[in-house]
């Protein structure tokens, strides 16, 4: 197996005295695209802001490429933070409506002090190749399509040179229409330059697409991961399979299984004792008050923390899926 | 087989500028049964948000409203302020996206529960009128609604919120429910349940709903039929399950293949749908048919108007495409 492009290892970030992730390991592959789902106020955002660097770490350690963020050099920090970038909720905002096109591509490289002929020369390449000719250049950002924003925006990420991108809520606010477009160029970048991806989404549908694993967070903990479609099919957690069936479908069939869960989501800043989940758990039991379960890691790669996970039915799996 | 609730033929709505005028609607209908269900289903821009203010006298000052004919439980209307504010809050109410900014954080909840209520029933005490409010409010699964009535919104979770807005709007025992966007601010667990709230209205009441949302999940969920706009014009009408499963116009077409299903087995090295182009200018739209530009079954009819077809399935759709 190859080693892990980045590694969280019982990450811990708190506000003040509000502990948002508490004891969280995440292992990124290269070239994979790991979802992490969750409702809000889970930590995923918290998760996404640490391994950026906006915020530090409260306990438990990052790794960028086997090499711990924390243990190098304030010089070499700089380079491993610069391998991981964050694109944007809303990419399209972040770009000044001041400048041209051209300016805000070469403005990455400027602030890193890179603006070489032979790095403009790159961005203008990897712009061309996903559709920003160079008559383009010269436009204001009201003048470009939904579309073409976003590539700038994508570019202005990528010219970090990063191995790992996090995307936060990247589809949030776009129309089904356009969604695909940005998803199918993200996967095509991620094919050509090598790069990985942390996907933050409350959208189940898009996860359950583009992402290679899964990692579900309830209460600033992991309760459940895995490869994507076993996670989606055989849900071992509790939570996880409440979460999968809320999902709104087309498909009146699939309506009759729907779980609704009593309660609202506790207050982050004061959990539940025991298992996070047992204040809203239907499958609750009394040990689950008292005693918080790990996070148990099967061998097909599959984890889950509770006391009583739900067994799996063997199914089917259509190739597809499972390959 | 009685009257329509609401009945709005051929729905304009514009907006003047110094250089264009901005067509938002153009030539939309919308028929809602007694206790029916309807969908107003779009992207951004489609203008399915711009019906319900219309409905409710919302628009903006400038807003030219323009209709062949309207009636609403029976009586006609032309859509004007004077008369869209008659109905407001009494026999139309509304649900909109974000329950934080539809109550009032300087009262409680009980007060606001039961202003709302001042309209529609003038003669009747504060006392019971927070009594029917306390009740409603239980009803839409407040907990410990009685002590709850005495709580101010930020006291209150978004579902919570939301369920509040739910309650406000029926307090009044309206004729029509207006709901625009009502989960969208929700976390999914929580729309499960908000969902199941309006579920189970739709019920126990006869009250006639219209739900606003770019989500064919929701509408699937909660509606009869749907109405799916596109830029401004109704491209496709007809009962939810029909249209869904079986949809005929391009764009709905197009839409429904966008959608994406996590459990279907798929290709990954296969790229997800979208739909190329954008939304015309409403400044400048074209004289053919609204979607020809995107349309991949485009030919040379569609520089003019598509006729409006029916189906034999309940279903119309504007296409010069035969059916199939």
Redesign the interface.
Known sequence: MTRPVLTLDNAVVRYDRFTAVDNVSLELRRGETLGLIG??GCGKSSIARAIVGLQPLAGGTLAVEGETVKDASRQRRLVLQRRIQLLFQDPVASLSPRLTVRALLSEPLKIRNAFTAENWGRIVALAESIGLGEQLLSRYPHQL??GQARRVALIRVLAAEPSIIVADEPTAGL???????L??LL?ALKDRLGLSYLLIS?N??????VADRVAVMYLGQIVESGP?AAL??EPAHPYTQ??L????????S??HD?I??SG??PSPANPPTGCRFHSRCPLVQVRCATEAPALRTGEDGRAVACHFPLAATPTVI????A? | MTAALLTIEDLHVSYRGRNSTAHILDGVDVTIGRGQSVGLVG??GSGKSTVAFALLGLLADNAEVSTRRAAFDGHETSLRVEETRALRGTDIAMIFQDPMTALNPMFTIGTQLVDIQRRRFPRESRHWLWARAATMLADVGVPDAAARMNRYPHEF????RQRVVIAMALLVEPKLLIADEPTTAL???????V??VLQRLRQRTSTSMLVVS?????I??LCDSVVVMYAGTVVEHGPV?VV?SRPRHPYTR???A??????Q????SQ?????PG?VPDPARRPRGCIFASRCPDRHDRCGERPPHRQAGDARAYSCWQEAS
């Open positions: 409702e809000s399509s939904g129309d089904i229409s356009v969604q695909g477009d998803l199918n996967r409350h189940l549908n898009v996860v359950g697409r994507t989606f099919r409440a979460l069936s809320a999902n709104l479908t087309l498909d009146p699939r309506r729907r609704v869960l609202e989501l259509p190739q597809a899926i390959g | 992207e951004s979770s978004g579902g919570m976390d999914a667990t929580i729309e499960a349940q969902v199941e770019h989500s064919m999940g929701l699937a969920e399950q869904f197009a839409l429904l966008c959608e994406i299903d996590p459990y087995a798929f290709d990954p790229d997800l749908a979208t739909i954008t």
